[in-house]
C-alpha cells in the first residue's frame, strides 16, 4: 500500500474503519479473535509512525444503541495486542469525542463506538460520515470484511476525508482474491462446497471461467447429480436449480466433469467420500494455486468432516510445496482454522459476504470509494 507506508503519519489524526466484528459469548467473552489480530499490522505501522489512530467498527446488527453490542469487551485484547493502553469512547461521534481525540497522544489509539449504534451508519447519511470525517485528517480503510457494505464509515467518510487508502489487510485481501484469481499461476483449481448452489452461483460461474479444475462438494452437489440423471436418495436437492445445474455442467464440460456413483434411496449424502477425496487429492496434485471455498460436508459433526478435513490437509502439504492456497471466506475458514492448518495457508480471509462478493467479479462499495480517493495498488477485475 503504497500511500499508507509513504504517507506522513506523524501526527496525524487517521480515521481507521476496521472490522472488529468479532463473536462473543454471552459473558462478552471473544471466542474468535481473529479479525481483531488481522487489523493489529495497520494500527501498528500507524502507531509507530506517530500518527494518533481514531478506531471504528461496527458489532453485530444492533438496532439503536444496544449495550451487549457494545466494543468495550474488546479493550483488553485489543490493548494486549497493540502493547499499549486503548482508550475506549462511549459514543462515535459528539464533543466527547472530540475532547478524546484533542487529548489523543502521537501513536495512541482511541477507540469509538459500535458505529452501529447510529441508524445513519448503514443509511449512509452524509450528515453522518461527515461528522466521523471530521475527527481525522487521513482515512485508511480496512475494514475488508465490510467492503461489500456501502455505509458511512466505509464509503461516505471518503467523499469528506482525502486522502482515503486501503489498510494492509484490505490490500492483502484484494492482492489474493482478486490478484492471484485473476491471473493465477497455472494450473489454477477451484473447490468450490456448502450446502446450497443457490448461494454458490455466482462463484462458480465466475471462478469457471477463470479456473483450470473446477471441483464440487458439499450439499449443493446433488442438484448436479440430480441435473445428470443420478439417484440422490434424499439428499438435498434445489429443485428449481436443476436447468442452471445442467447448464453449468455444460460450461464446465470443457474442463472434465468427474463421475459421481448413485445414492440408494432412504440414504442422504452428508460428506464427500473416500473415492471423491482420492479423485480431488490427485486432481490438485500438479497446481500452482488453490481457491477453496465452502466445505464439502457437514463438518460440524465429526462424522461427516472426514472429506472437509482431508482438503484441508491435502492444502496444507500443497501449501508446503509453494503452491498458493486461498481460504476464500465463511464456513472453509472454520474448517482449516478446525483443523490446524489455517497457518500454513497463503491467504485466509476475513470476509464473508466480502469475499463471495470479490470472488463472484463485483466491485466493492467500500474499495471503489478508495479508487476515487486516491489510487492505491487495487486491481479490480472489471
Ligand atoms: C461480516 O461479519 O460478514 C461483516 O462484519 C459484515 O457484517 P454484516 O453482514 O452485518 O454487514
Given at each position: 500500500v503504497g500511500d499508507l507506508t509513504a504517507?506522513?503519519?506523524?501526527?496525524k489524526k487517521v480515521f481507521v474503519r476496521a472490522d472488529l466484528n468479532v463473536p462473543l459469548d454471552?459473558?462478552?467473552?471473544?471466542?474468535?479473535d481473529t479479525r481483531i489480530r488481522a487489523a493489529v499490522p495497520t494500527i501498528k505501522h500507524l502507531i509507530s509512525n506517530g500518527a494518533k489512530v481514531i478506531l471504528s467498527s461496527h458489532l453485530?446488527?444492533?438496532?439503536?444503541?444496544?449495550p451487549k453490542y457494545?466494543?468495550?469487551?474488546?479493550v483488553p485484547r485489543l490493548s494486549d495486542l497493540l502493547g499499549i493502553q486503548v482508550v475506549k469512547a462511549d459514543?462515535?461521534?459528539g464533543p466527547e469525542v472530540e475532547k478524546l481525540v484533542a487529548s489523543l497522544p502521537e501513536g495512541g489509539v482511541l477507540l469509538l463506538e459500535?458505529?452501529?449504534?447510529?441508524?445513519e451508519e448503514e443509511k449512509n447519511e452524509p450528515e453522518f460520515a461527515k461528522k466521523l470525517a471530521s475527527l481525522a485528517d487521513l482515512f485508511v480503510n480496512d475494514a475488508f470484511g465490510t467492503a461489500h457494505r456501502a455505509h458511512a464509515s466505509t464509503e461516505g467518510v471518503t467523499k469528506f476525508l482525502k486522502p482515503s487508502v486501503a489498510g494492509f489487510l484490505l490490500q492483502k485481501e484484494l492482492d489474493y482474491l482478486v490478484g492471484a484469481v485473476s491471473?493465477?499461476?497455472?494450473?489454477f483449481a477451484a473447490i468450490v462446497g456448502g450446502s446450497k448452489v443457490s448461494s454458490k452461483i455466482g462463484v462458480i460461474e465466475s471462478l469457471l471461467e477463470k479456473c483450470d479444475i473446477l471441483l464440487l462438494g458439499g450439499g449443493m452437489i446433488f442438484t448436479f447429480y440430480k441435473a445428470q440423471g443420478l439417484s440422490v436418495g434424499s439428499s438435498l436437492v434445489e429443485a428449481d436449480k436443476l436447468e442452471l445445474a445442467t447448464s453449468l455442467l455444460e460450461k464446465a464440460k470443457a474442463k472434465g466433469v468427474v463421475p459421481a456413483s448413485a445414492i440408494p434411496d432412504g440414504w442422504m449424502g452428508l460428506d464427500i467420500g473416500p473415492d471423491s477425496v482420492k479423485t480431488f487429492s490427485d486432481a490438485l496434485e500438479t497446481t500452482k494455486t488453490v481457491i477453496w471455498n465452502g466445505?464439502?460436508?457437514?463438518?460440524?459433526f465429526d462424522k461427516f468432516a472426514v472429506g472437509t478435513e482431508a482438503i484441508a490437509n491435502k492444502l496444507a502439504e500443497l501449501s508446503g510445496k509453494g503452491v498458493t492456497t486461498i481460504?476464500?471466506?465463511?464456513d472453509s475458514v472454520a474448517a482449516v482454522e478446525k483443523n490446524g492448518v489455517?497457518?500454513?495457508?497463503s491467504h485466509i480471509s476475513t470476509g464473508g459476504g466480502a469475499s463471495l462478493e470479490l470472488l463472484e467479479g463485483k466491485e466493492l462499495p467500500g474499495v471503489l470509494a478508495l479508487d476515487e480517493a486516491t489510487p492505491v495498488a487495487v486491481k479490480m477485475d472489471k
Open positions: 504517507a506522513d503519519l506523524k501526527g454471552d459473558n462478552q467473552n471473544i471466542t474468535d453485530g446488527r444492533p438496532k439503536g444503541v444496544t457494545s466494543l468495550a469487551p474488546l459514543d462515535c461521534i459500535n458505529v452501529r449504534f447510529y441508524k491471473s493465477p499461476k497455472r494450473p466445505p464439502m460436508g457437514v463438518f460440524e481460504i476464500g471466506g465463511g489455517a497457518s500454513v495457508m
